[in-house]
């Protein structure tokens, strides 16, 4: 068979589509070493679309909330906010489902913000409630938190001999006192006799947690 001849402006045409063809194989080829070289997808933008080509913008996961301190690691302004909330879950959840009466088997104080021991026995408590109710607990999580938490932090808090015993023992009859601390050990006296400041008038609260 005879060669076909084709006039030049078609051959132009063909050449220019060819050429065409090669760059964009050749972009497709970069582009495909540039994902193979690109770290591990986040799991907060993998399903978003065209999260992996280069020159879409980015979207940086939420940083995960500050671990939760102890409340007497606070200062200042942080812990006050943090003694407003726990006072307001006290005032309206502890107390009035799990109160019960105040006697001398079960003392109460309403200034208990001002025993450190006591605050910080009943901010542990929260902390574990919020652990407890997350729905990752499972369904026995509350179970948990009554059986593990509640009871004893109760049980130390409302002592007859525990730290709110000085206080007050009759509902009608409003009192509150701070129990004079131990103070530093004999070795610690010892050391640093200047550090010793805790004298017979300078009450202090009861036991820690």
């Known amino acids: ?28 080829a970069r582009m495909i070493d540039t ?8 799991p907060m933008t993998a399903s978003m679309p ?7 913008p980015s979207f940086a996961a939420p940083a995960p909330p500050p671990d939760p301190k102890p409340i007497l690691e606070l200062e200042g302004e942080e812990y006050e906010d943090e003694i407003v909330a726990l006072t307001d ?17 079960a003392p109460w104080c309403e200034q208990w913000q001002e025993h450190l021991d006591v605050v910080a026995w009943l901010h542990a408590l929260w902390m574990a409630y919020q652990q407890h109710k997350d729905p990752e607990a499972g369904p026995s999580g ?15 808090v409302r ?5 709110l015993s000085a206080c007050q023992t ?3 009859r409003a009192e509150h006192r701070l129990l004079r601390g131990p103070g530093p050990s004999a070795r610690s006296a010892a050391r640093e006799p200047e550090a010793q400041t805790t004298g017979p008038d300078v009450p202090l609260s009861g036991a820690g947690l």
């Open 1 to 28: 068979m005879e060669p076909v001849r084709l006039p030049e402006g078609d051959l132009e045409s063909i050449e220019a589509s060819v050429r065409k063809l090669l760059d964009q194989s050749a972009e497709q």
């Open 35 to 42: 994902l193979a070289a690109a770290p591990p997808a986040d």
């Open 50 to 56: 065209f999260a992996g080509f280069p020159g879409m």
């Open 89 to 105: 879950w006290v005032d309206d959840h502890l107390m009035d489902v799990y109160g019960a009466e105040i006697t001398t088997a």
């Open 142 to 156: 509350m179970f948990v938190w009554h059986r593990d938490f509640l009871t004893h932090c109760m049980a130390y």
């Open 159 to 163: 002592a007859p001999g525990g730290p």
């Open 170 to 172: 009759d509902p009608d």
